[in-house]
């Protein structure tokens, strides 16, 4: 929650064309921050119409990242990601009941001067490529980080049927179960594919096993573990460059909601069996708490002993602000197709001349690989304030992430980046 003084705040609210995000409450006196976010939605190419924009209509949505939905939900509920609300862990100290005073103070009614971490953990630094280091192919190993409902299912059909790219992801371990390494092609698709599952926590322990990342057979690993791949699969000598693609978390919320009750109505229909969410409104939803909890904050820092219990806190956000700034590649969902160039340029697949190619990434960005549609909420509305009041963390991430986008899009078009040798 956000403690602000004694004055009328200035609410602007930025929309991001396709994202739709309320980014924040800015003090009138605050002229600084004022230009900051004035700026950020000049860049991002936000016109004054859309400043305090609504969106109602219907939002396309890819039927993407089945199999990863259905693994977050059931394995971060545990050791790995705790789907609670996180208010009680970020607002604690809100209505203490020693006077206003809080543990620290000593005595006085004075709040501590907050002190963000500066360094990463070990596995981070050793396992994860710099993006102040050049990209070189022949040591780093691209690595996916799969947000649910954030274009991940896009991604692989891209690196697979316009780049013919070897992926690990599920599908090679449902291709083949030999426990020998090998590239295995979808009869299907002509995709190709690794024989393992770096999607799976169980998967990952075998393509460990079975040194997945050092053989260097798979041009694209895609998983939604960053913590166990990087400690399972990568190591000083074949580090892992991390990339992903970042969508407005309520709208992410708002994705699983209907894809969920599409999932539970094909359970029903199969099995005669009502599922949990099939008769439930979203606003019913929303008001139960029934969503995920900044989510992409647990994603990409797995939180420690200490918080496994619990739920992410600020420190928690500040190293995964850090992973972003320092190790991650950054694209957004709502710049589709820009930011797949930006990734392929970095790591060197891209080839302005190859027709075929272009053609066949603009057909899936324009066309996706579903027709599945569902309304969208209206920022302002009670679903968009619960949603948003249970992924503070995450969308105060997201706007962060805003601005590392704009400057790594602008370094790869100028040649600036560290792209692939």
Known sequence: MLFLPNFLPLVLIFNVPGVGCKLSTIPTTSSSFERHHYLRSQRLGVSGRDLHGVHAEESSDDDDDDDAVGKIEKEMKGKDIVLIDESEVYDKDENDDDGGEKEGRGGENEEMEYSPPSLLPEYLNDHLGDLTSSFHQSVDVPLFLNIPKSGGTLMSAHYGRCLNLVESTSRGAQLSHEKALRIVTDPNTSIKYV???????????????????????????????????????????????????????????????????????????????????????????????????????????????????????????????????????????????????????????????????????????????????????????????????????????????????????????????????
Not at 257 to 284: A, C, D, P, S, W
Not at 333 to 339: D, L, Y
Request: charged content about 30%; overall charge negative; proline content about 2%.
């Open 195 to 421: 024989n393992v599952d770096t999607t799976h926590l169980d998967g990952i322990e075998e393509a460990s096993y079975l040194s997945v990342a050092s053989s260097h057979l798979a041009d694209v690993i895609f998983t939604s573990y960053l913590y166990e791949s990087l400690t399972e699969l990568f190591d000083i000598l074949h580090p892992g460059r991390l990339f992903l693609l970042m969508r407005c978390p309520i709208e992410r919320e708002v994705s699983l909601f209907y894809h969920r009750q599409k999932v539970m109505l094909e359970e029903e229909q199969k099995n005669k069996k009502k599922g949990t969410f099939q008769n439930i409104t979203i606003e019913e939803y929303a008001e139960k708490g029934l969503g995920t909890s900044n989510l992409l904050v647990r994603m990409l820092t797995k939180p420690n002993s200490g918080q496994e219990e619990g739920g992410v806190t600020r420190d928690d956000l500040e190293i995964a602000k850090l992973i972003l700034q320092r190790k991650c590649l950054i694209g957004l969902t709502a710049r589709m197709e820009e930011s797949i160039i930006g990734f392929d340029r970095y790591f060197g697949w891209y080839d302005e001349n190859a027709l075929e190619t272009n053609k066949c990434r603009k057909n899936l960005v324009e066309h996706g690989l579903s027709t599945h549609t569902h309304p969208r909420v209206s920022e302002g509305s009670d679903v968009w304030d619960l949603f948003h009041k249970k992924n503070e963390l995450d969308m105060e991430l997201y706007e962060f992430a805003l601005d590392l986008y704009q400057e790594q899009r602008e370094k790869i078009q100028m040649g600036n980046m560290n792209t692939a040798r």
